[in-house]
T-cell receptor, first 110, second 116 residues
């Protein structure tokens, strides 16, 4: 399974757009890139996933360049409630095993 | 969206007790369920993978006799922590996957286990 690397922490202010970049140099051809959000004392919550180019849903966008060696999660106009840990993972095609890295701790200030 | 229910959400028990945690997929059939543990301020660590009707596959370093996993149906998996000790205190989280490539895993809300 491809190892992912992302910043340990990020700070932002309410109303700003936040972009969290994840590096996955060894991603396999068929792996999906998946992002989860986790609040303290809760299980991770699925945000978005993609294979290539751009994916958008009601809460976020995911940008994946052609070489798929990195991806960027974009959160538009964050609020205080977006303060959480965000995990980027490469989801294996054959096993669906997820290996969690350190995640990015996002702190949103008023 | 897909819902995974985990029960209990919180349990405190004495050292030497066995504790069972249930994980249910409420609105889909889970061909595979996963169990994780998470220590404070750390990331999730995969403990084992279980497929319905099969023996669980444990990650390296996880004692299969200590952490018994049963996945008897497509909607229920259980994790039993046998003869629990204070070092087993942790946050245990399950996830479920329906087997379709374009669908992600969905997680329960975790069980806080405290062993006195």
């Amino acid at each position: 399974l491809a190892k992912t690397t992302q910043p340990i922490s990020m700070d932002s202010y309410e109303g700003q757009e936040v972009n969290i970049t994840c590096s996955h140099n060894n991603i396999a051809t068929n792996d999906y890139i998946t992002w989860y959000q986790q609040f303290p004392s809760q299980g991770p919550r699925f945000i978005i996933q993609g294979y290539k180019t751009k994916v958008t849903n009601e809460v976020a966008s995911l940008f994946i360049p052609a070489d798929r060696k990195s991806s960027t999660l974009s959160l538009p106009r964050v609020s205080l409630s977006d303060t959480a840990v965000y995990y980027c993972l490469a989801r294996g095609y054959n096993t669906d095993k997820l290996i969690f890295g350190t995640g990015t701790r996002l702190q949103v200030f008023p | 969206g897909a819902v995974v229910s985990q029960h209990p959400s919180w349990v405190i028990c004495k050292s030497g007790t066995s504790v069972k945690i249930e994980c249910r997929s409420l609105d889909f059939q889970a061909t595979t369920m996963f169990w994780y543990r998470q220590f404070p301020k750390q990331s999730l660590m995969l403990m084992a993978t279980s497929n319905e009707g099969s023996k669980a596959t444990y990650e390296q370093g996880v004692e299969k006799d200590k952490f018994l996993i049963n996945h008897a149906s497509l909607t229920l998996s259980t994790l039993t922590v046998t003869s629990a000790h204070p070092e087993d205190s942790s946050f245990y989280i399950c996830s479920a996957w329906g087997g379709q490539r374009d669908q992600p895993q969905h997680f329960g809300d975790g069980t806080r286990l405290s062993i006195l």
